[in-house]
């Protein structure tokens, strides 16, 4: 295995395996009553529990892990069944930490989304929080920690929701591993380093026949994988499509994708280049045109979306802010070394930085500063006489609606394909391009014909937006809360991430908080009293 180019990241192929059996790892059958299905989780930080390879390299390796285990829990479930996630943070250092489940839409839960300071408070050290969700429908999915660095370092796991007669099958789960832990350095996380390449399986069913591969990409950095196989590919993102051949194939960090089983050889891409899984690849491996790759597939439902529909151009680009320091404030209580908060380049919605309420804006409201808010449209108050503006970025959308979300990466500064995610929804795409040059939201606006696709369009969470291009997402907005779309790789590369949430109201009024949801606000000390003497 060799790095190119001295980037010190290799590729790690990771397959979900289960810790002992869970009663709700079973046959899905059709008329069975869903199970309540509980999982106790403890984040801590531990020499790595080695299951097969008992490698002097992996009992010397430090990781976040999840009940000591890095990937975490491997939960499966049967579809409707209600997931029950104890989690216990013990991280050092008064570390907070939270869980998102990407994929799951959180339909009447949005409070278990697990995006703190929007929909929880973050889960202090020595305390639990309880996630309960309803696996809602079928399809592959995974957890992972909210933050990037927690999830480099091992905060992460696989997650399944079955349908119907077991297959025999096997899940896959693939993700960068770092050297050293991230979480506690201050340098840019741009600059890591890698240790060695593990393989662990986990196999579901019985026989000796594989019928199916679930692919995750659980990658936090910038490592899209390059798939060489003879395979037909069956479902993205959990979501049937119509079985398609491939030979050569992408999954970028947040997607996953099913197949049907064949050899692979896995090869990283960007931040992994030159780390391969398998046998090498002798031949160069040709680059894929994105527009024309996504274009292949379609939907197996038979549906033909509306051609009309709410239509919002959201562009986005990367901006670079020159290296200067103006604030000689130290602050008292860092566990980290002082370092000047150069802010270098940032990857931003409508040249706004996203930075997170000061309350969870989803159940204290009222507690945000209205002066913190800001949309596409409009600046916030705050940043009326500064250039680098840092606010609560808002897109609201009405409810029921269809909308097409056109997000445009203007290219003016960066040079590479956005992956974002969305939490909360799946969404149809309907169309994308690149072009040869940077692009404007003028421009696209200009443009008569998006060139939509309304029949079969595929279903997913987690889409490319080609450089110096556009991606057209169909949403049905549905599900009331906020929620976040997010970059998945782009605080990586500049520890400031795309970012921004989408907002629909409920036009019943808020759904009712959980009983006893813990809350948090801004903490503001009582005025002091000077005693004359």
Same mark, same amino acid.
């Given at each position: 295995?060799?790095?190119?180019?001295?980037?010190?990241?290799?590729?790690?192929?990771?397959?979900?395996?289960?810790?002992?059996?869970?009663?709700?790892?079973?046959?899905?059958?059709?008329?069975?009553?869903?199970?309540?299905?509980?999982?106790?989780?403890?984040?801590?930080?531990?020499?790595?529990?080695?299951?097969?390879?008992?490698?002097?390299?992996?009992?010397?390796?430090?990781?976040?892990?999840?009940?000591?285990?890095?990937?975490?829990?491997?939960?499966?479930?049967?579809?409707?069944?209600?997931?029950?996630?104890?989690?216990?943070?013990?991280?050092?250092?008064?570390?907070?930490?939270?869980?998102?489940?990407?994929?799951?839409?959180?339909?009447?839960?949005?409070?278990?989304?697990?995006?703190?300071?929007?929909?929880?408070?973050?889960?202090?050290?020595?305390?639990?929080?309880?996630?309960?969700?309803?696996?809602?429908?079928?399809?592959?999915?995974?957890?992972?920690?909210?933050?990037?660095?927690?999830?480099?370092?091992?905060?992460?796991?696989?997650?399944?929701?079955?349908?119907?007669?077991?297959?025999?099958?096997?899940?896959?789960?693939?993700?960068?591993?770092?050297?050293?832990?991230?979480?506690?350095?201050?340098?840019?996380?741009?600059?890591?380093?890698?240790?060695?390449?593990?393989?662990?399986?986990?196999?579901?069913?019985?026989?000796?026949?594989?019928?199916?591969?679930?692919?995750?990409?659980?990658?936090?950095?910038?490592?899209?994988?390059?798939?060489?196989?003879?395979?037909?590919?069956?479902?993205?993102?959990?979501?049937?499509?119509?079985?398609?051949?491939?030979?050569?194939?992408?999954?970028?960090?947040?997607?996953?994708?099913?197949?049907?089983?064949?050899?692979?050889?896995?090869?990283?891409?960007?931040?992994?280049?030159?780390?391969?899984?398998?046998?090498?690849?002798?031949?160069?491996?040709?680059?894929?045109?994105?527009?024309?790759?996504?274009?292949?597939?379609?939907?197996?439902?038979?549906?033909?979306?509306?051609?009309?529909?709410?239509?919002?151009?959201?562009?986005?680009?990367?901006?670079?802010?020159?290296?200067?320091?103006?604030?000689?404030?130290?602050?008292?209580?860092?566990?980290?070394?002082?370092?000047?908060?150069?802010?270098?380049?940032?990857?931003?919605?409508?040249?706004?930085?996203?930075?997170?309420?000061?309350?969870?804006?989803?159940?204290?409201?009222?507690?945000?500063?209205?002066?913190?808010?800001?949309?596409?449209?409009?600046?916030?108050?705050?940043?009326?006489?500064?250039?680098?503006?840092?606010?609560?970025?808002?897109?609201?959308?009405?409810?029921?609606?269809?909308?097409?979300?056109?997000?445009?990466?203007?290219?003016?500064?960066?040079?590479?394909?956005?992956?974002?995610?969305?939490?909360?929804?799946?969404?149809?795409?309907?169309?994308?391009?690149?072009?040869?040059?940077?692009?404007?939201?003028? @421009?696209?606006? /200009?443009? !008569?014909? *998006?060139?939509?696709?309304?029949?079969? +369009?595929?279903?997913?969470?987690?889409?490319? #937006? %080609?450089?110096?291009?556009?991606?057209?997402?169909?949403?049905?907005?549905?599900?009331?809360?906020?929620?976040?779309?997010?970059?998945?790789?782009? @605080?990586?590369? /500049?520890? !400031?991430? *795309?970012?921004?949430?989408?907002?629909? +109201?409920?036009?019943?009024?808020?759904?009712? #908080? %959980?009983?006893?949801?813990?809350?948090?606000?801004?903490?503001?000390?009582?005025?002091?009293?000077?005693?004359?003497?």
């Amino acid at each position: 295995m060799e790095a190119i180019g001295g980037v010190a990241v290799f590729l790690a192929l990771l397959l979900a395996q289960a810790r002992g059996w869970h009663p709700c790892e079973r046959q899905c059958l059709p008329d069975e009553q869903p199970k309540n299905c509980y999982y106790q989780f403890t984040l801590g930080v531990s020499h790595l529990k080695c299951v097969h390879a008992e490698s002097e390299e992996c009992q010397r390796r430090m990781a976040m892990s999840i009940n000591g285990y890095s990937p975490g829990p491997y939960i499966s479930v049967c579809e409707n069944d209600v997931i029950t996630v104890d989690v216990k943070n013990i991280l050092p250092a008064g570390m907070e930490a939270s869980i998102h489940w990407h994929g799951l839409r959180q339909r009447g839960t949005p409070f278990m989304d697990g995006t703190p300071m929007v929909t929880q408070c973050p889960i202090h050290s020595g305390t639990t929080f309880t996630y309960r969700m309803k696996a809602d429908r079928p399809g592959t999915f995974y957890y992972h920690a909210h933050s990037v660095s927690q999830q480099l370092d091992g905060l992460y796991g696989a997650l399944i929701v079955r349908r119907g007669p077991e297959t025999r099958e096997k899940v896959m789960l693939l993700a960068p591993q770092l050297q050293q832990l991230t979480s506690f350095r201050s340098s840019p996380l741009n600059d890591l380093t890698v240790s060695d390449l593990k393989l662990t399986e986990h196999h579901i069913g019985n026989g000796s026949t594989t019928e199916r591969i679930r692919l995750i990409n659980a990658a936090a950095l910038d490592c899209p994988l390059s798939i060489i196989s003879d395979t037909v590919i069956t479902a993205l993102d959990g979501n049937p499509i119509k079985p398609t051949d491939a030979h050569h194939f992408l999954l970028y960090p947040g997607e996953r994708m099913d197949i049907v089983p064949a050899d692979l050889t896995i090869l990283g891409r960007n931040m992994c280049d030159g780390y391969t899984i398998t046998e090498n690849i002798e031949a160069p491996v040709p680059e894929i045109d994105l527009p024309n790759y996504y274009n292949q597939f379609r939907s197996v439902s038979p549906i033909k979306l509306d051609k009309e529909a709410q239509r919002i151009y959201v562009p986005f680009d990367v901006t670079h802010y020159p290296h200067q320091d103006n604030d000689f404030r130290y602050k008292l209580g860092e566990v980290l070394s002082y370092t000047p908060p150069f802010i270098g380049d940032a990857a931003q919605f409508a040249n706004l930085s996203f930075a997170y309420p000061s309350s969870p804006i989803l159940t204290q409201r009222e507690e945000v500063d209205d002066d913190m808010i800001c949309t596409l449209e409009r600046r916030a108050r705050r940043c009326d006489s500064i250039k680098f503006c840092e606010c609560v970025q808002i897109l609201t959308l009405p409810y029921n609606t269809s909308v097409d979300l056109v997000l445009i990466d203007e290219g003016r500064n960066g040079n590479t394909d956005q992956v974002l995610h969305l939490h909360g929804y799946s969404f149809h795409l309907l169309a994308m391009s690149s072009f040869e040059e940077p692009v404007t939201a003028d @421009k696209i606006k /200009s443009l !008569i014909d *998006l060139n939509l696709n309304l029949v079969k +369009p595929i279903e997913k969470d987690t889409i490319v #937006v %080609p450089r110096k291009g556009y991606s057209v997402l169909r949403l049905k907005t549905d599900n009331p809360g906020y929620w976040l779309l997010e970059s998945v790789a782009s @605080k990586a590369r /500049s520890g !400031i991430g *795309l970012e921004m949430l989408v907002h629909v +109201p409920d036009p019943s009024g808020p759904l009712p #908080v %959980p009983k006893n949801f813990p809350r948090c606000r801004s903490l503001k000390p009582q005025d002091m009293v000077f005693m004359d003497e």
